[in-house]
């Protein structure tokens, strides 16, 4: 089989509408695709004034805001009109990166014809719920989840602790790994900038503990701050250095008083502003993937992060960074202290980040779901 036979019908909630990392992930593997000659076409919600413009052929999907997340939205399914494009199409498989209404129609669709369907999973949605006190519904989202991917002839993950978490949960056996790659361009050491950083106030023997991503609760903010608490009262030298908007941020201000607050940055500013701390700290427990994790790593940080799906893969402790019990406000200060005291231990372990980060190229990366494809592909055709 050949790329230029395959057409991949991609299904997603947020294809370009809010800027995050799993999105960003989906982009670039349509990037990939439609530079080996696969044919794609991308359904999802759409909106007035996307965060970026759309990679491929995008089908607006109808949806509704979530009522605690507005920025968000939801596919309600698949009406009339999507349909008719979809038999035009003519995919000959499938793949879903989002389990809303609109993917499991989509799945109905699909098996219906005979079509095979991947699932890519990038979020662990169940762990949302303690954020939002909703812990009573876990059982039920995970049954929901459960009878999704387990329709699929095949789910991509993208690192092995996220597999044998689904594994475990009996979501499907046939699990695949799609990690992630990182821009060295963007990404990289030389993009570091003292005088920059001085010119937010940041001392140079204060440590500067970057966070990267949405300002939303479940990505651990309660945790960071707390953690931020704790460091003044050790009288560390120190100044939170927060990269990315989101709802919690009034919050999150109010809590880190002190903190450098840069809001949303994108291209050669993003790379200046991370490259430009000293340390990475991430508490989140929700992601598949720490794909700022792997951008710090990129820019030479060591990293401070739960021991969690999303870091695990990526984080060796003791050698490029620390990995703390999740929630452990204590542990992850012990841990940044000890980078704040030790600059020689920061940038040994920032380095063996490096060394590791410039290992994952997105091209080598992506070919493997090109592989998954064929392969699910064939095994239909087999019957």
């Given amino acids: ?46 909106v007035d004034k996307p965060a970026f413009k759309a990679t491929g052929d995008l089908v607006s999907m109808p949806s509704m805001a979530i009522f605690f997340r507005p920025e968000y939205r939801v596919p309600l399914g ?43 999973v990038h979020t662990r949605f169940e762990t949302y719920l303690e954020y939002y006190h909703l812990q009573l519904f876990e059982p039920m989202v995970r049954a929901i989840l459960r ?13 092995k602790s996220t ?4 594994r475990a949960q009996r979501m499907n056996r046939n699990i695949h790994i799609w990690s992630r790659g990182v821009d060295r361009d963007q990404f990289n050491p030389g993009r570091r900038d003292m005088a920059w950083r001085r010119g937010l106030g940041i001392a140079d023997d204060e440590l500067a503990v970057a966070f990267l991503g949405r300002l939303v609760l479940e990505k651990g903010l309660d945790v960071f701050a707390a953690v931020i608490e704790q460091l003044a009262a050790r009288k560390v030298p120190h100044r939170p250095l927060v990269i990315g908007e989101g709802p919690a941020r009034d919050w999150f201000e109010k809590a880190m008083p002190d903190g450098i607050f840069l809001g949303q940055q994108v291209g050669d500013d993003l790379g200046r502003a991370l490259a430009s701390g000293d340390v990475f700290l991430n508490p989140s427990l929700t992601e598949t993937f720490g794909n700022v994790t792997l951008e710090a790593m990129a ?61 994952q190229d997105w091209d080598d990366i992506n070919a493997t779901v090109l592989h998954v494809y064929e392969s699910v592909i064939r095994r239909r055709a087999r019957g």
């Fill in 299 to 359: 820019c030479a940080l060591p990293v401070v992060a739960a021991s969690a799906t999303g870091a695990t893969n990526l984080v060796r402790n003791g050698k490029t960074g620390t990995l703390v019990e999740p929630g452990d406000v204590e542990a992850f200060a012990d841990a940044l202290e000890a980078y704040a005291r030790d600059p020689d231990l920061r940038r040994r372990h920032g380095e063996a980040g490096l060394d590791f980060a410039r290992t």
């Fill in 163 to 166: 597999a044998a978490v689904l």
């Fill in 1 to 46: 089989m050949q790329p230029g036979d395959i057409r991949l019908a991609l299904f997603s909630g947020n294809y370009n509408y809010v800027r995050d990392g799993a999105n960003q992930a989906l982009n670039r593997l349509v990037d990939y695709l439609l530079r080996q000659g696969v044919h794609v076409r991308v359904y999802a919600p759409t």
């Fill in 78 to 120: 698949l009406p009339a009109r999507v349909k008719r494009d979809l038999e035009e199409f003519k995919p000959n498989v499938v793949q879903i990166s989002s389990p809303d209404v609109g993917a499991h129609r989509a799945v109905t669709w699909a098996r219906r014809r005979g079509i095979p369907v991947i699932g890519s």
């Fill in 147 to 159: 009878r999704l991917y387990s329709r699929c002839d095949a789910l991509l993950v993208p690192a």
